[in-house]
């Protein structure tokens, strides 16, 4: 992964100010010539070699890698945002993981990525919010140097494999999938005059009356799909208000206990 020089920078700066330690000593410490390669370095405009920054890893009691790229979560962050995007089944699964866990139906039917000026805030939000919350399933790292690239991919195909798979098995998991399959049904699609339509469904019942009798009973079909949609969403509801109900009955029984 590409080193941000501002924010290596940023680093050094922080942690030489939180130890209260002046340039020239911290310059003396690592054994650069003086305190303006340490401020070149805090600026951006260069980075220390190897050797320096593993110098100043140890002055700041801090790992090199962390030096390098922060806190390990946006190290694997920035990677999986990245590289993770180039890899097609860290795709697939962030993807269905979305699929379970919202019911926007335009993000999952590529509305928003087939227009001429692609809602690339909505597509991050998404994203960003798969990522971040498979982030703490991660095995941190226990040495002072961060997995590469793909461990960390393959790290979190594996989280969202299992998230995944627990998922499905929920309320929210099976509700979501429902949407989505009513979502993919058009169910208002040509129900006015169409003699394509007609002259098809007329030929294939060998009656003048079957366009007729079809558009009867796709009306009766909508209307009972559109009752179950009704009736999902209620559901939804109450099983939301549940959790809240429930959430607060906690906490007035902690406040309780701890009077």
Sequence with gaps: MKLNKRAVGQRLADFRREQQLSMATV???????GKGTV????????????????????LYQVSPD???????????????????????EFNVLLWEYV???TTNPGILSGDVFNQATPDTKAIDAHINGAITQ???????????????TQVVIQQACDAFRERIQLIRRTFTGKYNRIVRLLDNVDLYEKLGDDPDLRAYLD?????????????????????????????LNSLND????????????TKTNDVSASR
């Design 27 to 33: 310059a003396e410490t690592v054994g650069v010539a």
């Design 39 to 58: 401020n070149d370095w805090e600026k951006g405009r260069s980075l220390p070699s190897r050797e320096r920054l593993t110098a100043l890893a140890k």
């Design 66 to 88: 962390y030096l390098r790229y922060g806190p390990f979560n946006d190290y694997a962050f920035e990677i999986l945002k990245t590289d993770g995007m180039n890899s097609s």
């Design 99 to 101: 699929d379970l866990t």
């Design 134 to 148: 498979i982030l703490p399933s991660l095995p941190q790292p226990d040495t002072h140097t961060y997995p590469d």
């Design 203 to 231: 030929a294939m019942t060998a009656t003048t009356g079957g366009y007729a009798v079809d558009r009867a009973y796709q009306q009766k079909m909508n209307l009972l799909l559109t009752n179950f949609h009704q009736q």
């Design 238 to 249: 109450a099983y939301h208000h549940a959790l809240m109900t429930q959430a607060n009955q």
